[in-house]
């Protein structure tokens, strides 16, 4: 396996990863909240969208409209080619597997490991292994993985 070294693109990433990480520490030193996103939904789901302010509902909404003003922004298509069905069955196992490991990859990942939690490091490297075996796989079967 080659890299595409055309469609490699550090800075971005970099970029997203200083704005997620600035977003967690901004969260916790207002108002003393971990961000994890799986809580917060589910927080959001059972009724407490609205109370405290409603920063939870403001998190989710942001959450939701920032992939597309940066995708306008730039000019970009941010739709993909991902049918419907395909990105709610995603959606839905993304979301049975943040329940089952109690957190998601912004808990675990960015606030866990930040105060070296062993828990989150055991979850860490179960999803980000799950993820590099799911990728291998796909495109040892011939299908197309990012």
């Known amino acids: ?3 595409d070294w055309g469609n490699f693109t550090p800075w971005s990433a970099v970029g997203g990863g200083v704005l997620i990480g600035a977003a967690a520490a901004m969260l916790w030193l207002s108002i003393r909240r971990t961000a994890g996103v799986s809580g917060i939904f ?15 509902l403001r998190f989710l909404v942001g ?4 992939p597309w003003l940066a995708a306008g922004a730039q000019g970009l298509d941010s739709r993909g080619a991902v049918s419907p069905l395909l990105l709610v069955l995603a959606g839905f196992l993304t979301g049975l597997g943040t329940r089952m490991a ?3 990859t912004s ?8 105060r070296l939690s062993v828990r989150s490091l055991v979850a860490v490297v179960s999803f980000m292994g799950a993820g590099m075996v799911v990728v ?11």
């Open 1 to 3: 396996m080659a890299i």
């Open 102 to 104: 109690r957190g998601c």
């Open 42 to 56: 589910a927080e959001t789901l059972n009724g407490h969208g609205l109370d405290e302010g409603a920063w939870r």
């Open 63 to 66: 959450m939701l409209l920032a």
């Open 107 to 114: 808990g675990h990942g960015v606030c866990g490991l930040s």
């Open 136 to 146: 291998t796989l796909l495109r040892v079967l011939g299908g197309s993985a990012a």
